[in-house]
T-cell receptor
């Protein structure tokens, strides 16, 4: 059974810092991996989706990388802003079908 | 753009009561999902549907039933609510099998906060 872990569970940084969020998974036979953002009391918003054949995806100040062999993905946020404060979750599926496995999320606080 | 809409947003039930949560999507998506989110447990899949008239069990299906009579709607029912079902429920949808291609992103509703006393 796939297990997805995100460490740390919470992170606090000053505004302007570059930071990295980590996601690890136990079964490397993943199809793809998706990063989400969740604001308090809200649903999840898709940030980036990386196919298993890709190494990274970029959107603005966000860069997500994927290393299947080591079972890891990272989300890099450049020049962090208070508006980036949220919980970030990663999820992956496997070739078996339709079920995604989510990590527990990293709660990010960017202080002005 | 409405996207994925969930109703109601909040509900309080007494143990043993029943209720139905409604999810509606206007993106012509085939796949729809119900998740629950609990502190320290992450998101867990309850049931899902790969098209109109189909349903399948997820990771934690016990105590829940679902129906997908119309492509745009996915209903989650609790026949006899229990305190263990206190949670935040999220509906999600995707056009194809989620994450199967670059375009198969998963879209979420804003959630339903359910408390069972």
């Amino acid at each position: 059974k796939q297990e997805v872990t995100q460490i740390p569970a919470a992170l606090s940084v000053p505004e302007g810092e570059n930071l990295v969020l980590n996601c690890s998974f136990t079964d490397s036979a993943i199809y793809n991996l998706q990063w989400f953002r969740q604001d308090p009391g809200k649903g999840l918003t898709s940030l980036l989706l990386i196919q298993s054949s890709q190494r990274e995806q970029t959107s603005g100040r966000l860069n997500a990388s994927l290393d299947k062999s080591s079972g890891r993905s990272t989300l890099y946020i450049a020049a962090s802003q208070p508006g980036d404060s949220a919980t970030y979750l990663c999820a992956t599926n496997n070739n078996a079908g339709n079920m995604l496995t989510f990590g527990g999320g990293t709660r990010l606080m960017v202080k002005p | 753009n409405a996207g994925v809409t969930q109703t109601p947003k909040f509900r309080v039930l007494k143990t043993g009561q029943s209720m139905t949560l409604l999810c509606a999507q206007d993106m012509n998506h085939e796949y729809m999902y119900w998740y629950r989110q609990d502190p320290g447990m992450g998101l867990r899949l309850i049931h899902y549907s790969v098209g109109e008239g189909t349903t399948a069990k997820g990771e934690v299906p016990d105590g829940y039933n679902v129906s997908r009579l119309k492509k745009q709607n996915f209903l989650l029912g609790l026949e006899s609510a229990a305190p263990s079902q206190t949670s935040v429920y999220f509906c999600a949808s995707s056009y194809g099998a989620p994450l199967s291609t670059t375009n198969e992103k998963l879209f979420f509703g804003s959630g339903t906060q359910l408390s069972v006393l």
